[in-house]
């Protein structure tokens, strides 16, 4: 099997519309989290969110692609085209048939389809955009990226709720070490911040309520957490062979060495009591890596601020790692980005990543009032300085997804 590395990260949040902005607005413990600028709040009950922030799509796409293109599918580009920069892969005529794109969306084009069926109810039919159901599928974003870029590998989309960008990073891992790809671009994008979406998830109390302190809501591990903020943006890996990876002399910023994935068969919502689909991602993952649990220094907790999954992943953290999950740092940056459904696996994957390059363990704000059953070091409210060699980063779904990835520093 071939040794797989990261040569590029794409990173689009409420913190900044790049990855040094948002890194560093992270490492401060800054909040992304503001009222809902993007439609009307008076008739719901959630007023916030972690929005983006003067994002501009122009920068990456022309004018034409814009107008046919689905926000969602707008982060997706301009997050690739960051992490093509930064690795500097040409995808010439040459490699096009052995670089990929993976990349997933929980919901997809919601923006598009919310406009669309408001054309439709004052508009009629007739009105309706001949471009909408490009702009909607969720397989639009690797399609656009592919031909954008000349990728021609192997490209779908995943869809895995929460768990969805995790997915397209360890999958796009598994494809290059079995040999069907020398590069992939993998990663997940959303934009579902959409008065229908922010309306559905409020009414099944997932979200914060939180008004009167917004930046103060999303406080994961906490004993007052009410539920999970909504955030968006996109996250996008570039993942390479290590043996063509240093052929052209990339600089490698990382290795991913391990990647598991389970189901609970439980229930929709709620996780497994105690986390043990979980349990068995993360148990699949370190066997993958061939490391032992003692060896991970840092993770990236799925730690979505709700009551019961916060729980249930300390649960699953004790479980498995015994002592040692004592002596782990785990942080929710989640706390700052809000929850970026579909493309949070893959954004918590680049933190991971400059985790390792930086030595700097991002931390959990808003985390005021222990929770006795959430016991272990949550990196509480700023970050710290530690040497990583080894970074799990943590997702979790509805429809009972889990899903774990291991980040090692790299060694010759």
């Given at each position: 099997m071939s040794r797989v590395v990261v040569t590029g990260l794409g990173l689009i949040?409420?913190?900044?519309?790049?990855?040094?902005?948002?890194?560093?607005?992270?490492?401060l413990g800054k909040s992304g989290v503001s009222e809902i600028t993007g439609y009307d709040t008076s008739r719901h009950r959630i007023h916030f969110g972690a929005e983006l922030r003067n994002f501009d799509p122009s920068l990456y796409l022309d004018r034409k692609e814009v107008r046919r293109t689905?926000?969602?599918?707008?982060?997706?580009?301009?997050?690739?085209?960051?992490?093509?920069?930064?690795?500097?892969?040409?995808?010439?005529?040459?490699?096009?048939?052995?670089?990929?794109?993976?990349?997933?969306?929980?919901?997809?084009?919601l923006t598009t389809l919310h406009e669309q069926f408001k054309t439709l109810f004052e508009k009629g039919p007739e009105r309706i955009s001949p471009f909408l159901i490009n702009m909607m599928i969720i397989d639009g974003a690797p399609g656009m990226v592919s031909i954008?870029?000349?990728?021609?590998?192997?490209?779908?989309?995943?869809?895995?709720?929460c768990a969805t960008s995790?997915?397209?990073?360890?999958?796009?891992w598994e494809t290059i070490r079995r040999g069907d790809a020398k590069a992939m671009i993998a990663g997940g994008a959303e934009k579902s911040m959409t008065p229908i979406a922010m309306a559905a998830f409020d009414n099944m109390?997932?979200?914060?309520?939180?008004?009167?302190?917004?930046?103060?809501?999303?406080?994961?591990?906490?004993a007052t957490r009410d539920g999970f903020v909504m955030g968006?943006?996109?996250?996008?890996?570039?993942?390479?062979?290590?043996?063509?990876?240093?052929?052209?002399?990339?600089?490698?910023?990382?290795?991913?060495?391990?990647y598991g994935s389970t189901a609970d068969?439980?229930?929709?919502?709620?996780?497994?009591?105690?986390?043990?689909?979980?349990?068995?991602?993360?148990?699949?993952?370190?066997?993958?890596?061939?490391?032992?649990?003692?060896?991970?220094?840092?993770?990236?907790?799925?730690?979505?601020?709700?009551?019961?999954?916060?729980?249930t992943e300390t649960q699953a953290i004790k479980t498995y790692f015994g002592e040692h999950a004592y002596r782990l740092a785990v942080s929710s940056t989640k706390s700052m980005t809000g929850h970026m459904l579909g493309a949070a696996g893959a954004a918590e994957a680049v933190i991971c990543v400059l985790a390792i390059q930086t030595g700097i363990l991002p931390p959990t704000i808003n985390l005021l009032h222990p929770d006795p059953?959430?016991?272990?070091?949550?990196?509480?409210?700023?970050?710290?300085?530690?040497?990583i060699d080894v970074a799990m980063s943590n997702s979790m779904g509805f429809g009972g997804h889990n899903t774990c990835l291991i980040f090692k520093r790299y060694e010759e």
């Open positions: 949040t409420s913190l900044g519309n790049d990855v040094a902005s948002t890194w560093e607005a992270l490492c689905d926000p969602y599918q707008q982060l997706s580009i301009a997050a690739t085209r960051q992490a093509l920069t930064q690795s500097n892969l040409q995808i010439t005529e040459k490699v096009a048939d052995d670089v990929g794109v993976y990349i997933g969306s929980g919901i997809g084009g954008i870029t000349g990728a021609k590998g192997p490209n779908w989309a995943a869809v895995s709720a995790a997915n397209t990073v360890g999958e796009a109390h997932a979200l914060s309520r939180r008004n009167d302190d917004p930046q103060g809501a999303s406080r994961p591990f906490d968006e943006g996109a996250g996008i890996l570039i993942l390479e062979d290590l043996d063509f990876a240093r052929a052209r002399g990339a600089k490698i910023l990382a290795e991913l060495v391990g068969a439980y229930h929709v919502t709620e996780p497994a009591p105690g986390g043990e689909g979980l349990v068995r991602a993360m148990r699949r993952a370190l066997q993958k890596a061939d490391l032992r649990p003692d060896q991970i220094d840092y993770i990236n907790a799925h730690g979505t601020s709700t009551p019961l999954t916060d729980r059953e959430c016991d272990l070091d949550y990196v509480p409210n700023e970050a710290r300085r530690r040497s």
